[in-house]
């Protein structure tokens, strides 16, 4: 049981590049979300998902995409990256609202 | 009021010492409390559910007090090991996500 993975670790953007963050859980888990953290800001919610096939914003949406075409993973995407989202990114789990999240290891991104 | 407040600290203290955290939050309608913890440059985990009755798990004790809209979490005997930061995660009510506050820093030295 790996939980939930992230891919990539770490990565360096120049402004205006795009790249995809891929997360993928294998615990059956419906709920699936995207966080950024920030020092100082706590973790934000950017989009999440409910289910697969549907997606929605959360606090911090704009500058990103996501997609849930299978159950077990949910992609964030980033069209023309800004230094402004240099950040940690976090992908969580869970089975439903309210309950337990299981936390990826993060993605480290520098958009120079 | 934000939604969940903490102090954010730090909270520096001797080995073995005990230590309390609080924390507030704005939605009395809220249903599900949780104690997560953060390892720098780790990934948040959870430390303990919060339950109406208080729940206790080896030297870490949470409580809640709806009246006041806080929860709370006391850490005995503190060990080097239980430095890191303290994450209050709120459930706000039914069909929400969870809310994060920014975390309390605890920092233990021998």
């Known amino acids: 049981n790996a939980g939930v993975t992230q891919t990539p670790k770490f990565r360096v953007l120049k402004t205006g590049q795009s790249m995809t963050l891929l997360c993928a859980q294998d615990?059956?888990?419906?709920?699936m979300y995207w966080y950024r953290q920030d020092p100082g800001m706590g973790l934000r919610l950017i989009h999440y998902?409910?289910?697969?096939?549907?997606?929605a914003k959360g606090e911090v949406p704009d500058g990103y995409n996501v997609s849930r075409l299978k159950k077990q993973n949910f992609l964030l995407g980033l069209e023309s990256a800004a230094p402004s989202q240099t950040s940690v990114y976090f992908c969580?789990?869970?089975?439903?609202?309210?309950?337990?999240?299981?936390f990826g290891p993060g993605t480290r991104l520098t958009v120079t | 009021r934000k939604e969940v407040e903490q102090d954010p600290g730090p909270f520096n203290v001797p080995e073995g010492a005990t230590v309390a955290f609080n924390c507030t939050y704005s939605?009395?309608?809220?249903?599900?409390f949780f104690w997560y913890r953060q390892d720098c440059r780790k990934e948040p985990k959870l430390l303990m559910s919060?339950?109406?009755s208080g729940n206790e798990d080896g030297r870490f004790t949470a409580q809640l007090n709806r009246a006041s809209q806080y929860i709370s979490l006391l850490i005995r005997d503190s060990k080097l090991s239980d430095s890191a930061t303290y994450l209050c995660?709120?459930?706000?009510?039914?069909?929400?996500?969870?809310?994060f506050g920014k975390g309390t820093t605890l920092s233990v030295s021998s």
């Open positions: 969580a789990s869970s089975y439903s609202w309210g309950d337990e999240q299981y």
């Open positions: 615990m059956n888990h419906e709920y």
């Open positions: 998902s409910v289910g697969e096939g549907t997606t």
């Open positions: 939605n009395s309608a809220s249903q599900s």
């Open positions: 919060v339950y109406s």
């Open positions: 995660v709120v459930s706000p009510q039914a069909g929400t996500a969870l809310i």
